[in-house]
């Protein structure tokens, strides 16, 4: 009964180690720098996203550096205010002019940079959103967004990795936004195409994603199985002192 029982809590244990591991693997994969939008379409305008968490144990995350490649230009582009950051647009020349709402663009924003302000930032355990709002987006499904986050002591983690269908994930992949949500509708007169570097507020960020409902779960069945492991040691001790005498 003895080998029996013990066999129980070997396997038991060996569950509960898979669990703890599979938490600490959400953990890091929530960690990255990604982008989202809830109506960004092809071809259309709308907001995203930029989530932010600070990876680092002794640093904050003083500025993120967001790159636009040329295949993905915007006419119009704003940034969402954040308190304590400054957001900076740097402009390039596209190759080729492109026509948007009858008006001939030679110019779009190709870096976007949030820098916090001195003293400031994002604390070690926390994290923070930046919004850009704009369009007209390109007509493919999603557009490829490489980020530079950088920390109070000087180190970069550039998150430019392309991620590649049938391969494991990249150690910093880089942000992918899919243009898959609304009408795209929305922002689409002609006057913001004359504002495409003014910033400007755009609404509240997203909130945070659905990443710890999953981490909750597997936290419970952890506890449930450390609640069942106790009782299993507690049946197998009272029946030693029941059998002993």
């Known amino acids: 009964m003895s080998r029996s029982m013990h066999r129980t809590a070997v396997v038991l244990l060996a569950v509960l180690t898979a669990l703890a591991a599979s938490v600490g693997l959400a953990g890091g994969a929530a960690a990255h720098v990604t982008v989202s939008s809830a109506d960004a379409a092809p071809g259309g305008y709308g907001k995203m996203t930029f989530r932010v968490?600070?990876?680092?144990?002794?640093?904050?995350t003083v500025a993120l550096r967001v790159s636009i490649p040329e295949e993905a230009a915007l006419a119009s582009l704003r940034a969402q205010p954040v308190p304590g950051w400054t957001a900076t647009m740097t402009t390039?020349?596209?190759?080729?002019?492109?026509?948007?709402h009858g008006q001939e663009i030679d110019t779009y924003v190709s870096v976007v940079e949030w820098r916090a302000d001195e003293g400031t930032g994002i604390e070690p355990g926390q994290f923070q959103e930046f919004s850009l709002s704009g369009?007209?987006?390109?007509?493919?499904?999603?557009?490829?967004?490489?980020a530079v986050q950088t920390y109070s002591d000087?180190?970069?983690?550039?998150?430019?990795?392309?991620?590649?269908?049938?391969?494991?994930?990249?150690e910093y992949p880089a942000p992918v936004l899919a243009l898959s949500g609304g009408t795209g509708e929305?922002?689409?007169?002609?006057?913001?195409?004359?504002?495409?570097a003014a910033p400007a507020a755009d609404g509240e960020a997203a909130g945070d994603g659905g990443s710890g409902t999953a981490t909750a779960a597997l936290v419970l069945a952890v506890l449930g199985l450390l609640a069942g492991l106790g009782g299993l040691y507690l049946g197998w001790s009272a029946r030693r002192r029941t059998v002993a005498p």
């Open 53 to 60: 968490p600070n990876e680092s144990d002794t640093a904050r």
């Open 92 to 100: 390039a020349q596209l190759s080729e002019p492109a026509a948007v």
């Open 135 to 146: 369009g007209p987006f390109p007509d493919v499904e999603q557009v490829v967004l490489p």
């Open 154 to 170: 000087g180190s970069e983690a550039a998150w430019i990795e392309p991620t590649v269908e049938g391969q494991g994930e990249p």
């Open 186 to 196: 929305q922002d689409a007169a002609p006057a913001e195409v004359q504002e495409a």
